[in-house]
């Protein structure tokens, strides 16, 4: 049997196996109505999550704060975050059919990028914040690319254990392999990145204690993972942001993938602080479809006991 054959049985059995572990999750009722959600169209979802997205946002006190202050220290006016409302909800909304249901159309803008480091035998490291389907970027490269060129992205189980299972499930799927966001992990992406592999991480999430450093993202001290740089710094891969922008009325989604090799060229905090700096311009192109209600400037976790280590304190940023 020639290696393309192999390949091919080899796709076959992992959708196979992932099929079989999803039925058995899908026994929860939860992930049940799950099941039904993502047999809905695009659009009908997303006009839930948008009436959903108003609903938390009209009822829920300390997330409209959240929202409102992230926006304003981005400077942004109300007619520039007003979308944003929606698309949180849509990005909840969205979830039953990315991971359950019939795929999803997608173009791509920027993928001669991929195609140039891949074709040069180097990594990638997909830097994909919180801007409109971030999900969808990832299920789109393995469906791309994955059958050579594997991803493997970080990811922070959820709490519930049936919705961590689901979760671990529904993303494990040919081409597209998931690390946890400890040492573990870490070593995973490094050995896939030497490979020649990729792999993709959520730049503006917080990251634990000790994992990252504090960094101005919109004028104002966010501890910022440092993960993202080391990466490429230490294996030669290529950095590239990539982000999956949301179309009106459930025609789909479109990947796109920019150049950011600033990041791998600086060095130390600098390298963060460039980070931070292709972010923002990258958001307030975008600003209606950020999720501008994630508590970017909140204090780390710790994953020692608590007292067991002081917790830093952002310096102050002029």
């Known amino acids: 049997m020639d290696i393309p054959c192999r390949a091919a049985v080899a796709v076959v059995a ?15 009722p939860m992930a049940f109505v799950l099941q039904l959600l993502a047999l809905l169209p695009l659009w009908l979802l997303h006009g839930a999550g948008a009436v959903l997205g108003w609903a938390v946002f009209l009822f829920s006190g300390s997330y409209r704060c959240r929202f409102l202050a992230n926006a304003r220290q981005a400077g942004l006016r109300a007619s520039q975050w007003r979308a944003a409302v929606a698309a949180a909800g849509c990005l ?8 359950l249901g019939r795929p999803v159309p997608v173009r791509w803008q920027g993928a001669h990028w991929v195609d140039e480091a891949l074709a040069q035998g180097r990594g990638v490291v997909f830097v994909t914040p919180h801007l409109g389907c971030f999900e969808i970027a990832a ?16 990811y922070r189980p959820a ?33 896939a990145l030497k490979r020649g592999e990729c792999v993709g991480l959520l730049p503006d999430q917080v990251p634990p204690l000790h994992q990252g450093v504090w960094a101005p993202f919109f004028g104002q001290a966010a501890y910022t993972m440092t993960l993202a740089a080391r990466l490429a710094q230490q294996t030669g891969a290529m950095s590239l942001l990539a982000w999956g922008e949301r179309l009106p009325w459930g025609r789909g989604y479109v990947v796109h993938v920019l150049p950011t090799q600033a990041i791998a060229a600086a060095s130390g905090d600098d390298a963060v602080v460039q980070m ?26 710790a994953d020692l ?3 067991a280590e002081p917790r830093p304190q952002p310096p102050t940023v002029h």
């Open 276 to 301: 931070n700096q292709a972010l923002e311009a990258l958001i307030l192109q975008h600003p209606g479809q950020y999720l501008w209600g994630y508590a970017r400037y909140k204090q780390p976790r």
């Open 159 to 191: 709490r519930q254990a049936w919705l961590a299972r689901l979760e671990a499930s529904a993303r494990a799927r040919p081409g597209l392999h998931t690390a946890p966001t400890t040492l573990a992990g870490v070593k995973q992406m490094l050995k």
């Open 305 to 307: 006991p608590p007292g």
């Open 92 to 99: 909840t909304s969205e979830l039953p059919r990315l991971w």
């Open 14 to 28: 992992l959708q196979v196996v992932h099929n079989s572990a999803t039925a058995a999750i899908l026994l929860h």
């Open 139 to 154: 299920q789109a490269y393995a469906a791309r690319y994955g059958m050579t060129h594997p991803m493997t992205a970080l």
